[in-house]
Each structure stands twice: as structure tokens, then as C-alpha cells.
């Protein structure tokens, strides 16, 4: 079956980096996603891998993905307070964004001073 | 702003009642996703709606339906409400089609069942 599953809560100190770490069952998944959710807000897709990836960087975003574990991660450097969000991983199947996405519960990412 | 819009933004229904939401998709795309999310969960895929014709659902029962317009604009409706119907509906809006292109998520409609 498909499953998404990540930690629930993650507080860091202003400046330093944050890792939401996240795993999914589907092996067959072809993309996988992370999305921010703001309160009272949409979801904003921040990034996405292609499953024949292992990595991808995209100014303080770093996605890992070890598709022999299943496991993904997220890495936001120099965290800010707007970095406060609930973040989603998320994948789907098939070449086209038309197919459905499988997000998991969130994981509620809280900034210290 | 992702020019997905979706109304109302808020609404409360009785047990029982029925209820129609709306999302107008971004201009171009012609595929709309609808989710429900309740409180504390990511969104679960209701269904999709591809040119008019649907195109997958979720685990979801019939009382859920929807449909889809000339121009691509969508309604979700929910017959025979309940009150675990309370919940987030999120519509996304994308270009359906091989390759991968970005799912667009309107601000969603806060359904409240009493």
C-alpha cells in the first residue's frame, strides 16, 4: 500500500539547520515532493525529486533520497523564523503530475530564538 | 498567490445537508485534484478531474462527488454531510500530461459540520 510517515514536531535555534527526515512504502513512487503550509494557507510546493535522483540542491534547500530505504529528508539551512510551517513529504506515481499525490501527516517545524 | 481560487473560504453546514464547493484552476491547466484535509493530517486525494471526466479517485464514498466544466473551473459535492466531513478541502489545479508539472493549491474552503 502507499504510506508517508514522518516525525510530528522539530524545534531548532534561529540560524541553524533544520532535517525533516520522512519515509514512504510505495516503491514504484516516481517523484516526491515537499510542501510548506502556513496557517490558514495552501500548500506551496518548496521542491521536488525525480526518483533516479539521489540529491538536489536548490539555494538553502537540500532534498536526500535513498530509494534503497525509502527515505527522504529535507534540509533547510540558516533556518529563519519564517521558516515556521507545517512541511508535508509527499510522492506519487506515473509521469504526470495528473496522477495523485500521498502526503504524509506533516511535520510542524517550530524556530527558537 | 497561485491563481487557483476556491469559494466560499469558510461554511457551516448541518448533519445531513448537502454542500458545494467551488475552484476556478489556473489559467491553461486543465486538470483539478481535490483533497480533504482534516485537522493534524495532510491532505488525503479525493479525486481528479481530467477535461471534463474523472480521472481517479481515493477511498472515498459516493456521497462525494464532482464535476468538472468547459473551462476546467470544478465543483466537490458532498451529499448526506456527516460530521467527521469537517475538514480543509483543498482543490489543485495543474497541466495534466506527461512530465512532471507542478500541482497548484488553492487557500481551500473550511468546511465545519455541526
Known amino acids: 500500500g502507499e504510506d508517508v510517515e514522518q516525525s510530528l514536531f522539530l524545534s531548532v535555534r534561529e540560524g541553524d539547520s533544520s532535517v525533516i527526515n520522512c519515509t514512504y512504502t510505495?516503491?514504484?513512487?516516481?517523484?516526491l515532493y515537499w510542501y510548506k503550509q502556513e496557517p490558514g494557507a495552501g500548500l506551496q510546493l518548496l521542491t521536488y525529486?525525480?526518483?533516479?535522483?539521489d540529491m538536489k540542491q536548490d539555494q538553502r534547500l537540500t532534498v536526500l533520497l535513498n530509494k534503497k530505504d525509502k527515505h527522504l529528508s529535507l534540509r533547510i539551512a540558516d533556518t529563519q523564523t519564517g521558516d515556521s510551517a507545517i512541511y508535508f513529504c509527499?510522492?506519487?506515481?506515473?509521469?504526470?503530475?495528473?496522477?495523485?499525490?500521498?502526503f504524509g501527516s506533516g511535520t510542524r517545524l517550530s524556530i527558537r530564538p | 498567490e497561485t491563481g487557483v481560487t476556491q469559494s466560499p473560504t469558510h461554511l457551516i453546514k448541518t448533519r445531513g445537508q448537502q454542500v458545494t464547493l467551488r475552484c476556478s484552476s489556473q489559467?491553461?491547466?486543465?486538470?483539478v485534484s481535490w483533497y480533504q484535509q482534516a485537522l493534524g493530517q495532510g491532505p488525503q486525494f479525493i479525486f481528479q478531474?481530467?477535461?471534463?471526466?474523472?480521472?481517479g479517485r481515493g477511498n472515498f464514498p459516493p456521497r462525494f462527488s464532482g464535476l468538472q466544466f468547459p473551462n476546467y473551473s470544478s465543483e466537490l459535492n458532498v451529499n448526506a454531510l456527516e460530521l467527521d466531513d469537517s475538514a480543509l478541502y483543498l482543490c489543485?489545479?495543474?497541466?495534466?500530461?506527461?512530465?512532471?508539472?507542478?500541482?497548484?493549491f488553492g487557500q481551500g474552503t473550511r468546511l465545519t459540520v455541526v
Open positions: 489543485a489545479s495543474s497541466l495534466g500530461g506527461k512530465g512532471l508539472t507542478e500541482a497548484f
Open positions: 510505495d516503491s514504484s513512487s516516481t517523484y
Open positions: 525529486i525525480f526518483s533516479n535522483m
Open positions: 509527499a510522492e506519487s506515481t506515473g509521469y504526470s503530475s495528473a496522477s495523485k499525490i500521498i
Open positions: 489559467s491553461g491547466h486543465n486538470t
Open positions: 478531474y481530467y477535461r471534463e471526466e474523472e480521472n
